[in-house]
Structures are given as structure tokens and as C-alpha cells.
């Protein structure tokens, strides 16, 4: 049974270390908390007292039935019996043994086999625990798509009035611009009870911008010729701008060299910044607009550029926190130009460009900003203008105030092409978020349903094995297989005598007394029955047996009672 005990320990120990116990789970319930860990530890406190209880009784009677059968001290007898009482009996046997040692190996063994049931009482709560830890599982949940595909755009949505609310969008955070993440439109979930990510379809917006070679402006008309690819044209109105100024030029369509009427997609914008771009192509591609200063005189001379900026889309899977609808895998934002190049033109069919390029483009007077020259040259910035300017580092505002002031047209600001792109490519994506929150009922669009696949989180009890107590149990256990072989004299071969008595108590000891004269004539010298005295007297050695007589030698089983006592 000690060799039962050791390989259960074994058993668990193994089990720890491949961690198979983690694959009884249990889910996380009131009850589970609260009625099965009870039961689990009651259960393991049974079981480890019943069994140890069966242990000390076997080990008990073998242990001083062995040490009845061998020549020993009357006094170790003594002492050994009363260490089996219990573990502070035990102790008190090893300590008398400082005064009269009769017996220290075996009470000392008796002492270590209790303490190490002790250790196995201690331990058997808490061998196994259920313990909580954060579970997972994929289910599926409803969500709102965050990009419109292109059937959402029909030839009657108009998106423009809806570019006013670009500057509100940089304020919101949190659960207020949920779908939205820099340039990346994200699918938001309908439910947020569930705790997890989500993998949802998120979708990048970027752009690409080129500067358009040979535009013809008309400074008395304030229109410029703007080729719209190798062949066709079309007649804009341009105002001049102010220095360091971008505007996007409204466009409705055009006539190709067939005759056939075409939209195109994307932004065209008119950029009065310094470029920082090669002298040589210089000519190509800047136009000259003069301004002239009222009550003054003096006219400037502004170089302008016309910008063509694509937009495309790319969708790729996105992780969203359940709770909060933020996105946990943003997408890079980085737009991959550096120098300014021609552009060159490739024609898409896809409506979201065409829409979104003429609704950044829709002329408003909400701005309140008007640059006036001469009658010819009045500008009046609108709020997408101001609000694309603003992205790259331009304050309109300030812009204006100088102006007032009688500052002169000078160009200080050098516009970097990869913050062009950003800023329209972020204030395209704005766009559409805007559109899908807002709804068809408000000038929006109605963004669709789908569904997303969620790693949903959740708390679970699985059952565990605490190492440190495991240890103390496995090394208890081994504790008393050893003392329990070295006790019961497990590998003596002779076993043909048994001990006349079974135990030492005071039955047995008047029964003793009785029947040995030379135990009787040592105790009657004790004058005063103390227990030192009574200790000192009885270093006599004993050797109480019964030897059993085989059948086949003497014709009948017969028992023979010996006695093997003398004086010191």
C-alpha cells in the first residue's frame, strides 16, 4: 500500500509536468466556484485520512509485532509501543531517549512515519484545485461592414454637403469613431457583451498624386485647360490662389475625343506651395498667376501647379477588440512617394473614386474665408480646402490674417508629396465613414450587415496540481515507504516465530509480569515508580516469541511458546 501511495504521487507528478489535468474544464459557473472546489478538497481530505488511517494500523502491528519477536530492551518495548500513540508521544519517546537510550533509531523512525502523515494531511486540500484562467472560443457575430462597396454609389448620392463635418472627425475617439482608424475603414461589431478580438475585413484607403504637365490658365477668364489624359480636355474655372494655399478644383464631367461623356475619378487640386522639384521640368508644369494688391499696385507673381491624386483601396483582415470596437491591427499609413513625378493618367470604372473626387470637390461658402484682389481675383476657400491644408501643416486662418495685414504673396512652404497623399487619402476615408454613420435618411449611405468569426474570451475553471504541496506529499510518501520496509523487518527471512503478545499496554504488561519471574524480580527493587525508574529497571533484554512448529516435522501444527529474558 506505501508503494500504491508512492505511484499515485508519480502519477501526478507526471501529469503536472504535461499538463494533462488542464483538459478537465469545467465552465464558470456559481456552482462550479462555489460547490466543486468544496468537494474536490473535502474528497481529497477522505481519502487521504482513510488511507492513511489503513497504513498506521497495518504498519503499527507489523512494526511491534517485529520488534516483540527480536532480543531488545524491555524499556525500548516500552518506548516504542508508547511512540505509536501519536506524534507527540513520539516525540516524547525520542526525548527520553537523551536521558536512558533505549531505542533511538526506532523512535526516531516512528516519529518521522507520523510526521510524514501529517505532512499528507497538510498537503491532500490542496494536491488538486480548480483554477480559473481566460478560456477562448470562435464564434460568429453580426456586424456593420466600414467599407460601402460599389454599389452603394449611385448616380444620385451626393456626398458633398456632408464634406462640412471632415474638421469634427479629429475630435472623436474613442466608441464615437469606431469603424475609422487613420486611413483604414474596419467592420464594428453590433454586440460588445462578448469579451474577445474579433477578425474583421479592414479596409486602407491611399492615394496617388502626380503633378499634370501643360495646363494652359487664362488669366482674363480665370478658367485653365486641364488635359485630362493624352487626348481629352477640359475648361476649369481657376481662380488665382494665394501663396501656400491648396484648392480642389470642381469638376463635374467632360467630353472625351469620342463624344462620349466620362466622370473622372479621383481629386484634382491646384497647389500654390513650393514643390521642391527639378528646375527642368520646372516649366512644364508651373503656371504663372499674378495678383494684384488693391490701393498698392504691385502685382505678384504666384506659381501654381495642378495636382491629379488616384485613389485606391486595399482589404485585408484587421483584429477588433470586442468591448471597445477599436482596432488592434492598424494597417501602416505610410504612402510609399518621395519626389513629385507625372502623373500618369489610367482610367477606373469603379464609382466610390468618382463620388468621393467630386464630393471633396463641391464649392461651399461655409468657410467665411475670402482672399478678393482685383474683381477678377476673388477666392473663397471651401471647408474640405481648408480642412486638407490643415492635415499638412497650412492654417488658413493665419493665412487670411496676413493677408488683411497686407502681407505679400511669398511662398515659404514647401509641400512634401507624401503628405499630399496622406491627407487626401485620409480626408477620402473620412469621407466614407462619414457617409456609413450618417445613413441614406441623413445624405449618407446605408453601410451593409455582414459577419465576423470573434476569438470570444471567457473565464473557465480547469483542474490544476499545485507542485509545491505534490512535493512535500511525494517526498512524505517515500519518507514512509522507507520506514515502513526498515520497521516491519520487510525483507528478514525469518518469519517462523510470531510475538506472544500482539501489543505492549497494561493488560499485556500484568499478563507479563505474571508470567516472567525475572521481570517480577527486577521491578520489585523499584522502590519509587517513576518513569526514570521504571525506564532504568527495565534495560533487561526480552524476547517474547511463539515459535510455530511445521505440521510435517512433529505430525500436528503446534505452537511453542518460548521466553529469552536475563538479568544484565
Not at 527520553?96 to 526516531?108: G, L, M, N, V, Y
Not at 488635359?227 to 481657376?238: D, K
Request: proline content about 4%.
Amino acid at each position: 500500500m506505501h508503494g500504491m501511495l508512492v505511484m499515485i504521487h508519480i502519477v501526478l507528478l507526471f501529469f503536472y509536468v504535461r499538463h494533462w489535468e488542464h483538459h478537465a474544464t469545467f465552465p464558470f459557473t456559481p456552482t462550479n466556484n462555489d460547490f466543486w472546489p468544496v468537494v474536490l478538497s473535502a474528497s481529497l481530505q477522505a481519502f487521504y485520512t482513510i488511507y492513511t488511517a489503513v497504513l498506521l494500523f497495518l504498519t503499527q502491528r507489523l512494526a511491534i509485532s517485529r520488534t516483540l519477536v527480536r532480543r531488545v530492551k524491555l524499556t525500548a518495548v516500552h518506548d516504542i509501543s508508547g511512540a505509536w500513540a501519536g506524534l507527540g508521544s513520539a516525540l516524547t519517546s525520542v526525548w527520553r531517549q537523551t536521558d536512558i537510550p533505549a531505542s533511538w533509531w526506532t523512535t526516531s523512525a516512528v516519529a518521522a512515519y507520523l510526521a510524514s502523515i501529517t505532512v499528507l494531511h497538510v498537503t491532500s486540500s490542496t494536491l488538486l484545485q480548480f483554477q480559473t484562467f481566460n478560456a477562448s472560443m470562435t464564434t460568429s457575430v453580426p456586424t456593420i461592414l466600414g467599407w460601402l462597396d460599389d454599389s452603394s454609389y449611385s448616380y444620385l448620392t451626393d456626398l458633398g454637403p456632408i464634406t462640412t463635418s471632415l474638421p469634427v472627425v479629429n475630435h472623436l475617439t474613442g466608441l464615437v469613431s469606431a469603424g475609422l482608424s487613420n486611413t483604414t475603414l474596419y467592420d464594428t461589431l453590433k454586440t460588445t457583451a462578448i469579451a474577445g478580438n474579433a477578425t474583421v475585413n479592414a479596409t486602407t484607403v491611399t492615394s496617388s498624386c502626380g503633378l499634370v504637365p501643360n495646363v494652359t490658365y487664362s488669366a482674363n477668364t480665370s478658367t485653365a485647360i486641364v488635359p485630362f489624359g493624352p487626348v481629352a480636355t477640359r475648361v476649369l474655372n481657376a481662380s488665382t490662389l494665394w501663396s501656400d494655399q491648396i484648392h480642389i478644383i470642381p469638376w463635374m464631367e467632360y467630353e472625351d475625343s469620342y463624344g462620349g461623356v466620362s466622370e473622372l475619378p479621383g481629386v484634382y487640386l491646384m497647389v500654390s506651395t513650393l514643390l521642391g522639384i527639378d528646375p527642368s521640368v520646372q516649366a512644364e508644369v508651373a503656371v504663372n498667376m499674378t495678383w494684384a494688391i488693391p490701393d498698392i499696385g504691385t502685382t505678384y507673381v504666384i506659381q501654381a501647379y495642378f495636382v491629379y491624386c488616384s485613389l485606391s483601396a486595399n482589404t485585408t483582415d484587421g483584429v477588433v477588440n470586442m468591448q471597445t470596437n477599436s482596432l488592434l491591427s492598424p494597417t501602416s499609413i505610410s504612402q510609399p512617394s518621395t519626389q513629385w513625378e507625372m502623373y500618369q493618367f489610367g482610367w477606373s470604372n469603379t464609382s466610390w473614386q468618382t463620388q468621393i473626387g467630386s464630393a471633396l470637390a463641391t464649392p461651399d461658402s461655409s468657410s467665411g474665408i475670402i482672399f478678393d484682389g482685383t474683381p477678377s481675383q476673388i477666392t473663397e476657400l471651401s471647408v474640405a480646402d481648408e480642412y486638407i491644408m490643415s492635415l499638412i501643416g497650412l492654417n488658413l486662418t493665419e493665412e487670411h490674417i496676413q493677408f488683411g495685414d497686407g502681407a505679400p504673396p511669398i511662398s515659404n512652404f514647401t509641400l512634401r508629396l507624401d503628405e499630399l497623399e496622406f491627407a487626401v487619402a485620409r480626408s477620402a476615408a473620412q469621407l466614407i465613414w462619414l457617409a456609413g454613420q450618417m445613413g441614406a435618411a441623413n445624405g449618407g449611405i446605408d453601410p451593409g450587415n455582414g459577419t465576423a468569426y470573434v476569438n470570444e474570451e471567457l473565464i473557465a475553471l480547469r483542474l490544476n496540481i499545485n507542485l509545491l504541496p505534490l512535493a512535500f506529499a511525494a517526498s512524505a510518501s517515500v519518507i514512509m515507504l522507507g520506514l515502513a520496509l526498515h520497521m516491519t523487518r520487510a525483507f528478514d527471512a525469518s518469519h517462523d516465530s510470531q510475538a506472544a503478545i500482539p501489543n505492549i499496554g497494561m493488560l499485556q504488561l500484568l499478563w507479563l509480569g505474571h508470567r516472567s519471574a525475572s521481570i517480577n524480580e527486577v521491578l520489585e527493587d523499584v522502590q519509587h515508580p517513576t518513569e526514570v525508574n521504571l525506564r532504568r529497571a527495565g534495560m533487561i533484554d526480552v524476547c517474547l516469541t511463539k515459535t510455530i512448529l511445521d505440521k510435517e516435522e512433529f505430525g500436528s501444527s503446534t505452537d511453542s511458546l518460548s521466553w529469552c529474558s536475563r538479568l544484565p
